[in-house]
C-alpha cells in the first residue's frame, strides 16, 4: 500500500450533502478537498428519484432529483473540487486516517478534517420478522426504484407495499404509471411516515388504498410471492385475530423505514444517537471527534433535499473554519434536552459560546399532533413559541435560536404538546 497522502478536508459521499458541503468548504477558503463516492457518478440517491418535488425552497421551482443534483455538479465542475468515483472508502479511524478502495487498489489519505455525507440505506426484510416463506418478489421500494427508473425493469404487475414512508408512496405512484396494479399500502402506525402531499399525489390521486394502522401477517408463495394476509393491529401494534384478509399479488414491496449508514462513524468511535442512529453533533455539526462532521441522511433522515442542502452547508463552513483554525475551541457544551412528544433533535448539544447568531435546531415529533405547540426553554424562560395546526412524525420541524437568548443559559429544552 503507498504512503498515506495528506488532505485538508476528505467529504466522503458525493449525493447532495456531500456536494453542498464541498461547494460550501471550498467557498469559505478550502483549497485542498476532495470528495469520495463510491457510485459512478455523484449525485447520490438524487439520480434514482425522477420524479419532481425537489428543490422549491432552494431554487423557487421543482425540479426531478437528477435536475437539482446537476445545479450542484455542475458547481463541484465549475469550482474545479476534485472528486474520485468507484471508490468506496471502507475504514475511518479518529485520527482522520481514511482508507478507500478503487481501480488502482487500496489507498490511504491522512486528513485535517472529514465531512461524513454517507447517506442511509433502507431497513430489509429480516430486520422486519414477518413470517412466510423466502420467495422471489420481495423488494426493499429504493431496489425497485433504481430497478425501474435507472435499469428499465418491472419488479411485477400486483404489487402490495408495506410502509408508507416517502419512498414507498413515492414507488406507489411509479408503480401504477408503469402499469402496475398496486392493491393497497399497508401502514402499522396509524398515521402515514410520508409527507402529505405525497399521500395525496401518489396514493389519493390514484385510488391507491392506504391501510393504517395494518400489518402484513403472512406471505405466501415458494418461487414467487402469490399472496400476503394483511390484519389490523391493535394499540401495542399487536395484529387482531379475526380482521385478516389476503390480496393476491406477485410483488411485496417494503418501504419500512431507513438506517444511516454509519459503520464508518462506528469505526472511527463516534458516539451514536439512540434514535436518529447517526452521530451526536453539536451546534457545527461536529461529532464527538475532533475534526469529523456529519451532515444530511448519516446524521438523521430528512424528508426535503432542500434541508440536507442547507444543513450541509453549515458542516462544510464549519469544517472551512476548523481547517483554517479560526472555529472557536469547544468550551461548554449543553444538551438539547427534548421533552413531550418531542423524539429527538439536530444539534443534541450546542456550546453557546461557539454558536453563530442564528443557530437552527431541526426534530421530529414521535405523534400527530392536532393543534400543537412547540416552546424553546432556555432555563426558565420561553424563548420561541409557536402554534402548529398539525405535527406529524413524517414531517422535519425546525426552531431557530438566537444566540443571545441562550448565550448564558444552563438549560435548553425543546417540547412540543397538544393546546
Ligand atoms: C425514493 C425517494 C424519494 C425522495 N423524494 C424526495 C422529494 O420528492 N423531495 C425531496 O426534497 N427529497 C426527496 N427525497 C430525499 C432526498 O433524496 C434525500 O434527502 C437526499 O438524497 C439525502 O442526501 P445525502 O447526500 O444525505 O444522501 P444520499 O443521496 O444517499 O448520498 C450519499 C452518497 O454517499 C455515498 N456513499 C455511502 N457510503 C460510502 C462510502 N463508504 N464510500 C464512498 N461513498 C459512499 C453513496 O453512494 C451516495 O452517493 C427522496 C428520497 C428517496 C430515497
Known amino acids: 500500500m503507498e504512503q498515506a497522502k495528506k488532505k ?39 439520480n434514482q428519484c425522477i420524479h419532481n418535488g425537489f428543490g422549491l425552497h432552494t431554487f423557487h421551482e421543482e425540479l426531478t432529483g437528477p435536475e437539482y443534483a446537476a445545479r450542484y455538479i455542475e458547481q463541484i465542475e465549475h469550482e474545479k473540487i476534485d472528486y474520485l468515483l468507484n471508490t468506496m472508502v471502507i475504514d475511518l479511524d479518529d485520527k482522520k486516517n481514511i482508507t478507500f478502495i478503487n481501480q488502482n487498489g487500496v489507498q490511504r489519505i491522512q486528513a485535517q478534517a472529514v465531512i461524513l455525507a454517507m447517506g442511509c440505506r433502507e431497513r430489509p426484510r429480516g430486520a422486519l420478522n414477518i413470517p412466510g416463506y423466502r420467495p422471489a418478489g420481495i423488494y426493499c421500494a429504493g431496489t425497485a426504484q433504481k430497478l425501474v427508473n435507472i435499469d428499465g425493469l418491472m419488479p411485477g404487475k400486483n404489487v402490495v407495499i408495506l410502509g408508507s414512508g416517502d419512498i414507498g408512496l413515492i414507488m406507489a405512484r411509479r408503480m401504477r404509471l408503469e402499469g402496475a396494479n398496486v392493491h393497497a399500502v ?128 453549515h458542516a462544510g463552513i464549519k469544517a472551512a473554519q476548523y481547517v483554517l483554525n479560526t472555529l472557536p475551541k469547544k468550551e461548554t457544551e449543553i444538551e438539547i434536552e427534548t421533552k413531550g412528544v418531542v423524539r429527538y433533535c439536530v444539534p443534541a448539544k450546542i456550546d453557546p459560546k461557539r454558536m ?61 404538546e397538544e393546546m
Open 356 to 416: 453563530d447568531d442564528l443557530q437552527v435546531i431541526r426534530f421530529r415529533v414521535g405523534k400527530v399532533l392536532k393543534d400543537g405547540a412547540i416552546y424553546v426553554w432556555a432555563d426558565d424562560r420561553c424563548i420561541f413559541h409557536r402554534q402548529k395546526k398539525i405535527l406529524t412524525p413524517g414531517e422535519m420541524e425546525q426552531v431557530i435560536l438566537k444566540k443571545k437568548d441562550v448565550e448564558y443559559a444552563k438549560t435548553i429544552r425543546i417540547e412540543s
Open 8 to 46: 485538508q478536508l476528505v467529504v466522503i459521499g458525493g449525493g447532495p450533502a456531500g456536494l453542498a458541503a464541498a461547494l460550501a468548504a471550498r467557498k469559505n477558503g478550502v483549497q485542498d478537498l476532495l470528495i469520495l463516492e463510491r457510485d459512478e457518478q455523484l449525485g447520490g440517491i438524487l
Open 186 to 313: 399497508v401502514e402499522i402506525m396509524p398515521y402515514s411516515g410520508g409527507l402529505k402531499r405525497n399521500i395525496v399525489q401518489c396514493l389519493d390521486d390514484f385510488d391507491i388504498p392506504l391501510k393504517l394502522s395494518h400489518t402484513i401477517t403472512n406471505i405466501e408463495g415458494k418461487e414467487r410471492v402469490k399472496k400476503v394476509t394483511i390484519a389490523k393491529v391493535d394499540k401495542d401494534r399487536h395484529p387482531i385475530s379475526g380482521t385478516e384478509e389476503t390480496i393476491e399479488c406477485d410483488t411485496l414491496l417494503l418501504s419500512c423505514g431507513l438506517i444511516p449508514e454509519n459503520e464508518l462513524s462506528e469505526k472511527a468511535c463516534i458516539q451514536i444517537h439512540d434514535i436518529t442512529h447517526g452521530p451526536i453533533v453539536d451546534e457545527s455539526l461536529e461529532t464527538n471527534v475532533e475534526g469529523i462532521f456529519a451532515c444530511g441522511n448519516v446524521l438523521h433522515v430528512h424528508d426535503l433535499v432542500d434541508f440536507v442542502s442547507r444543513e450541509a452547508e
